[in-house]
Protein backbone atom coordinates (compact mmCIF):
# COMPACT_ATOMS: atom_id res chain seq x y z
CA UNK A 1 0.00 0.00 0.00
CA UNK A 2 1.29 3.31 -1.19
CA UNK A 3 1.27 6.16 2.42
CA UNK A 4 3.06 9.49 1.79
CA UNK A 5 4.22 11.40 5.15
CA UNK A 6 4.59 14.86 5.84
CA UNK A 7 5.76 15.95 9.11
CA UNK A 8 2.46 16.57 10.51
CA UNK A 9 0.24 14.12 8.37
CA UNK A 10 0.05 10.70 6.64
CA UNK A 11 -1.73 10.69 3.46
CA UNK A 12 -3.88 6.81 2.74
CA UNK A 13 -5.37 6.24 -0.31
CA UNK A 14 -8.98 3.89 0.85
CA UNK A 15 -9.11 0.45 -0.70
CA UNK A 16 -12.63 -0.43 -1.82
CA UNK A 17 -13.11 -2.08 1.05
CA UNK A 18 -12.13 1.07 3.38
CA UNK A 19 -13.82 3.52 0.81
CA UNK A 20 -17.25 1.51 1.27
CA UNK A 21 -16.61 1.77 5.44
CA UNK A 22 -15.92 5.34 4.95
CA UNK A 23 -18.93 5.88 3.24
CA UNK A 24 -21.53 3.56 5.23
CA UNK A 25 -19.48 3.98 8.72
CA UNK A 26 -17.27 6.47 9.15
CA UNK A 27 -16.18 5.02 12.71
CA UNK A 28 -15.74 1.21 11.73
CA UNK A 29 -13.01 2.79 9.19
CA UNK A 30 -11.06 4.65 11.90
CA UNK A 31 -11.67 1.49 13.87
CA UNK A 32 -10.36 -0.29 11.44
CA UNK A 33 -7.04 2.01 10.88
CA UNK A 34 -6.63 2.26 14.37
CA UNK A 35 -7.70 5.93 14.43
CA UNK A 36 -8.58 8.27 17.06
CA UNK A 37 -12.69 9.05 16.89
CA UNK A 38 -13.43 12.46 14.28
CA UNK A 39 -16.67 14.22 14.33
CA UNK A 40 -19.03 13.35 11.20
CA UNK A 41 -17.86 15.17 8.62
CA UNK A 42 -19.20 13.35 5.43
CA UNK A 43 -21.82 15.83 4.29
CA UNK A 44 -24.22 14.68 1.48
CA UNK A 45 -22.63 16.66 -1.06
CA UNK A 46 -19.30 14.44 -0.07
CA UNK A 47 -21.15 11.44 0.29
CA UNK A 48 -22.29 11.50 -3.12
CA UNK A 49 -18.67 12.35 -4.79
CA UNK A 50 -17.50 9.20 -2.58
CA UNK A 51 -20.01 6.82 -3.66
CA UNK A 52 -19.12 7.83 -7.09
CA UNK A 53 -15.70 7.86 -6.48
CA UNK A 54 -16.68 4.32 -5.35
CA UNK A 55 -17.81 3.14 -8.52
CA UNK A 56 -14.56 4.05 -10.09
CA UNK A 57 -12.72 2.29 -7.46
CA UNK A 58 -14.92 -1.11 -8.43
CA UNK A 59 -13.96 -0.42 -12.03
CA UNK A 60 -10.02 -0.04 -11.45
CA UNK A 61 -9.14 -2.72 -8.45
CA UNK A 62 -6.09 -2.81 -9.55
CA UNK A 63 -4.99 1.00 -9.59
CA UNK A 64 -7.44 2.12 -7.29
CA UNK A 65 -5.34 4.71 -5.91
CA UNK A 66 -5.38 6.90 -8.97
CA UNK A 67 -9.55 6.79 -7.92
CA UNK A 68 -10.22 7.06 -4.59
CA UNK A 69 -10.24 9.32 -1.80
CA UNK A 70 -6.44 9.76 0.40
CA UNK A 71 -7.38 9.86 4.04
CA UNK A 72 -5.58 13.27 5.26
CA UNK A 73 -4.38 11.87 8.71
CA UNK A 74 -3.21 14.13 11.57
CA UNK A 75 0.20 12.61 13.11
CA UNK A 76 -0.28 13.83 16.83
CA UNK A 77 -3.86 13.69 16.79
CA UNK A 78 -4.05 10.42 15.39
CA UNK A 79 -6.94 11.37 13.36
CA UNK A 80 -8.83 12.43 10.22
CA UNK A 81 -8.83 15.88 9.39
CA UNK A 82 -9.59 15.93 5.84
CA UNK A 83 -8.90 13.75 2.21
CA UNK A 84 -7.92 14.26 -0.87
CA UNK A 85 -9.52 12.84 -4.00
CA UNK A 86 -7.85 11.97 -7.02
CA UNK A 87 -10.13 11.81 -10.29
CA UNK A 88 -8.32 9.10 -12.37
CA UNK A 89 -5.40 8.04 -14.36
CA UNK A 90 -3.86 11.09 -16.17
CA UNK A 91 -5.30 11.80 -19.29
CA UNK A 92 -3.41 11.74 -22.65
CA UNK A 93 -2.21 15.50 -21.96
CA UNK A 94 -0.76 13.88 -18.65
CA UNK A 95 -3.33 15.83 -16.51
CA UNK A 96 -4.90 14.42 -13.54
CA UNK A 97 -7.24 16.10 -11.68
CA UNK A 98 -7.81 16.59 -7.53
CA UNK A 99 -10.57 17.58 -5.02
CA UNK A 100 -10.12 17.88 -1.17
CA UNK A 101 -11.81 18.66 1.50
CA UNK A 102 -11.19 19.90 5.08
CA UNK A 103 -13.07 19.15 7.99
CA UNK A 104 -14.35 21.58 9.65
CA UNK A 105 -12.74 22.26 13.22
CA UNK A 106 -8.87 21.49 10.75
CA UNK A 107 -9.20 24.50 8.72
CA UNK A 108 -6.93 27.28 8.46
CA UNK A 109 -4.63 25.23 10.19
CA UNK A 110 -2.11 24.80 7.29
CA UNK A 111 -3.21 21.01 6.52
CA UNK A 112 -4.67 21.30 3.41
CA UNK A 113 -1.80 22.84 1.82
CA UNK A 114 0.67 20.88 3.58
CA UNK A 115 -0.92 17.82 1.85
CA UNK A 116 -1.31 19.19 -1.58
CA UNK A 117 2.15 20.19 -1.52
CA UNK A 118 2.84 16.41 -0.51
CA UNK A 119 0.84 14.92 -3.25
CA UNK A 120 1.16 17.17 -5.68
CA UNK A 121 4.81 16.49 -5.20
CA UNK A 122 4.05 12.51 -5.26
CA UNK A 123 1.98 12.94 -8.57
CA UNK A 124 4.39 14.99 -10.55
CA UNK A 125 7.11 12.20 -9.97
CA UNK A 126 5.17 9.57 -11.77
CA UNK A 127 6.29 9.26 -15.21
CA UNK A 128 2.75 9.57 -16.67
CA UNK A 129 2.06 12.83 -14.88
CA UNK A 130 2.81 16.45 -16.79
CA UNK A 131 0.60 18.39 -14.75
CA UNK A 132 -1.90 18.66 -11.39
CA UNK A 133 -5.44 20.03 -12.09
CA UNK A 134 -7.62 21.47 -9.64
CA UNK A 135 -10.79 23.24 -9.81
CA UNK A 136 -12.45 25.78 -6.99
CA UNK A 137 -15.45 28.04 -6.87
CA UNK A 138 -14.94 31.44 -7.61
CA UNK A 139 -15.91 32.49 -3.84
CA UNK A 140 -14.30 29.12 -2.31
CA UNK A 141 -11.18 31.78 -1.04
CA UNK A 142 -9.47 29.28 1.12
CA UNK A 143 -9.61 26.63 -1.08
CA UNK A 144 -7.48 29.43 -3.29
CA UNK A 145 -5.55 30.48 -0.84
CA UNK A 146 -4.24 26.48 -0.36
CA UNK A 147 -3.35 26.17 -4.16
CA UNK A 148 -1.59 29.73 -4.16
CA UNK A 149 0.39 28.47 -1.31
CA UNK A 150 1.06 25.40 -2.52
CA UNK A 151 2.41 26.96 -6.52
CA UNK A 152 -0.66 26.26 -8.67
CA UNK A 153 -2.08 28.85 -11.39
CA UNK A 154 -5.08 29.45 -12.70
CA UNK A 155 -5.05 28.46 -16.22
CA UNK A 156 -8.87 28.98 -16.83
CA UNK A 157 -12.03 30.07 -15.94
CA UNK A 158 -15.87 30.13 -16.14
CA UNK A 159 -18.42 32.06 -14.67
CA UNK A 160 -18.04 30.02 -11.81
CA UNK A 161 -14.93 28.12 -11.36
CA UNK A 162 -11.13 29.04 -11.60
CA UNK A 163 -8.85 26.30 -13.19
CA UNK A 164 -5.31 25.57 -11.52
CA UNK A 165 -2.46 23.82 -12.70
CA UNK A 166 0.62 22.45 -11.15
CA UNK A 167 3.60 21.52 -13.23
Not at 114 to 131: D, G, M, T
Not at 147 to 160: F, Q, R, V
Request: aromatic content about 10%.
Amino acid sequence: MVELNTERLKLIPLNLENLKLLIHNQREVEIKLSLNASDEFLNEELKLALKFRLSKVMENLKDYIWYTNWLIISIDKNCTVGGIILKGHPNEEGEVIIGYYTIPQYQGKGYMTEAVNNIKSWLLNQPEVRFVIADTDKTNIASHRVLEKSGAEIYKETEDSYFWRFF
